[in-house]
């Protein structure tokens, strides 16, 4: 994978998502290892993350709550989540989300400045 062809959107302690435009998809990078999203499969894993409920995971004390296990569609791995990580993933999926809305806002301001010259 070049990372020349890639564009970082958004970055946390231990991950980061890059968008890669040559093979339109996202790059998810948790704790150094890379795995490839589509845009479906990232919005399904923004929502299986929305889902946790932290203070579940921190209120019960069984060890089955200890950790939270993630399994998008269209993924090629899984991720073991402990309520740290939780907080950091939801914080990775969103900030990307915002800046994804952000870039399509910028674009679609350029356009309408492009086609009014």
Sequence with gaps: MQDQQLKELYRTLNGCIYQDNLRSVLVLEWYGRRSLLKLPCFFSLKKL??????????????????????????????????????????????????MMELNSILHERLRRTLACV
């Design 49 to 98: 993350a929305a889902g946790i409920n932290i203070e579940l995971l921190l209120t019960n004390t069984s060890r089955a709550h200890d950790v939270e296990i993630l399994t998008p569609c269209g993924c090629d791995r899984c991720f073991v989540l402990t309520v740290m990580d939780v907080l950091e993933f939801q914080d990775l999926l969103n900030g990307t989300r915002a």
